[in-house]
């Protein structure tokens, strides 16, 4: 399986590449060529370094690699350069660096229990899995299409999820430390590690109840892992302390003043809210409510870059997403801790942190619905209900990528390899849970069916009519919406199973 998708993603080197590719080759040249002081203050180019310093550290690593293939890509004031050699270059690290990746599906594949034993082994769930992930659609597109480096990085997520089930702790607390200082979304997910150790590896015994023995904390297992967080912490922002530089570097890593939604609007619950906004902005002013001198003429045709005022509902503030979120992690995390199911409960409430993040936060860009989707592709395999939300998020989730490859090249690209995804994840759970009811009810079936003629308006019908002038970005508003009411049922659908989820007072003790 690694080796089929490694020739695929080889395949996929001289296709279209994003913004991005410019992003980490201008962060290769300030790397390389400028000493540590000033790597968050350059700005020759729009794409400044804004990920944490260990990040940048593997990008200074790249960069004495790259000098071999074409050193003019290390030039600083070289914008948007793109040779052949450092197209193919860039395309190779990324592929190399998927290595991580391979070995932390693997890992993970050794925490399924074998209680669904199949005598073929297309049919075993650890099969299963290591297809959903290594093959998973979202991350061949925006990887090795697109152009990020996710994939290791998700590789370093699962493998510190791979050692806690393994218990593990200090390991897991480890890896996720050392995540966090590549790249900061993955605070999303922290609450959940947080919890998860502090219920698991700080207390050291459950009651007969499967109550908290306050009794069993373990000073020891506290102070190891703040060491753990506290080490690699100075380790990665202790340079930048030192010379006074740490407000730049956090002013770097979280810059509000990007506005409330990234350009193609994430499909989250945001999404739903612009959408309405701006339907009651069009129904005001066929009702002569509004001032039409008074709108701004982007917000009705195009997508909010920036920040941004709304019309008729009240604006939000980077405060008011925070506390939205924060309300919205609150029970999953209550849950973790007063219900605890071990590895399964810890995975449950990490693929609800990274949900609930994405529903309400601050500048969420589309891509960050892989961060449930990965994790969540682990619990599809072990029981129908979850598989069924699976199905429904991954799908929705991996359309709602569409956006970004938007060139005529890559349409059949992008269709093919969604399709091929799709059947595979449908027909392989269907299997797998073929004795019990249908994964998804006919409500749901028919929503997915109908990303379908979505799709078939926005690539082929729109383009044709007259609207594609004057309102460019319909496409985009009907898939982020059609989306984001999906990816919100799932989030909804997950949450009222994990909240009415009976334990057995002897799981609980367990």
Same mark, same amino acid.
């Given at each position: ?112 229990? =074998? ?22 659609? =979202? ?55 947080? +919890?998860?150790? *502090? ?102 045709? =195009? ?8 019309? +008729? ?137 109908? *990303? ?46 994990? *909240? ?11």
């Amino acid at each position: 399986l690694a080796l089929g998708v490694s020739f695929l993603k080889c395949l996929l080197i001289p296709a279209y590449y994003s913004t991005d590719f410019e992003v980490h080759r201008n962060w290769l040249a300030i790397t390389h060529n400028l000493p540590l002081s000033q790597w968050y203050y350059e700005a020759t180019s729009e794409w400044t370094l804004d990920y944490p310093p260990f990040f940048a550290w593997f990008e200074y690593v790249l960069s004495h690699i790259a000098k071999y293939f074409d050193p003019q890509m290390l030039v600083v004031e070289n914008l948007n350069y793109a040779s052949r050699a450092t197209i193919f270059f860039q395309r190779l690290s990324v592929i190399f660096t998927d290595t991580l990746f391979i070995y932390a599906v693997h890992e993970c594949c050794r925490c399924i229990n =074998g209680k669904r034993a199949a005598k073929d082994i297309l049919e075993k769930p650890t099969f299963i899995l290591a297809v959903l992930l290594l093959w998973n659609f =979202g991350l061949l597109i925006v990887d090795h299409i697109h152009f990020q480096y996710n994939g290791f990085l998700f590789g370093l997520m699962l493998l510190s999820v791979a050692r806690l089930c393994q218990k593990r702790y200090l390991e897991g607390a480890f890896l996720f430390a050392v995540l966090l200082h590549f790249k900061h979304i993955y605070v999303y997910v922290a609450p959940a590690y947080g +919890v998860y150790l *502090l219920r698991s590896y700080c207390f050291t015994a459950n009651n007969a109840d499967g109550s908290l023995k306050w009794r069993s904390f373990s000073f020891l297992h506290v102070t190891l892992l703040g060491l753990i967080v506290c080490l690699v912490s100075a380790l990665s922002l202790g340079p930048f302390l030192v010379l006074g530089q740490l407000p730049q570097v956090i002013s770097r890593l979280f810059p509000f003043k990007r506005g409330l939604c990234h350009a193609y609007w994430a499909p989250n619950f945001w999404a739903l809210y612009n959408a309405m906004d701006k339907a009651l902005t069009i129904l005001g002013l066929k009702c002569n409510f509004l001032d039409a001198t008074k709108i701004p003429k982007a917000s009705m045709t =195009g997508g909010l870059v920036q920040e941004f005022q709304h019309t +008729v509902l009240p604006s939000v503030t980077p405060l008011a997403t925070l506390i939205c979120t924060f309300i919205a992690i609150l029970p999953s995390v209550f849950c973790l801790w007063f219900k605890p199911q071990g590895p399964r409960g810890f995975l449950q409430c990490l693929v609800l942190c990274a949900l609930s993040s994405f529903m309400f936060g601050w500048h969420v860009h589309e891509k960050a619905i892989l961060l449930a989707i990965l994790p969540l592709s682990l619990l599809s395999i072990q029981r129908a209900k979850d598989a069924g939300i699976y199905l429904i998020l991954a799908t929705t989730g991996h359309f709602s990528l569409f956006p970004l490859l938007f060139t005529t090249p890559e349409l059949p690209i992008k269709i093919l390899l969604m399709l091929l995804f799709t059947i595979y994840s449908f027909s392989s759970l269907k299997s797998l849970f073929r004795r019990e009811k249908p994964l998804l009810n006919w409500l749901e079936t028919i929503y997915l069916i109908q *990303l379908v003629p979505l799709e078939i308006f926005c690539e082929i019908v729109f383009p044709l009519t007259p609207w594609k002038r004057h309102f460019p970005f319909v496409p985009l508003l009907l898939t982020s919406v059609y989306c984001a009411l999906g990816i919100t049922y799932a989030w909804l659908k997950l949450y009222v199973s994990v *909240l009415t989820e009976r334990i057995p007072v002897r799981q609980k003790a367990e």
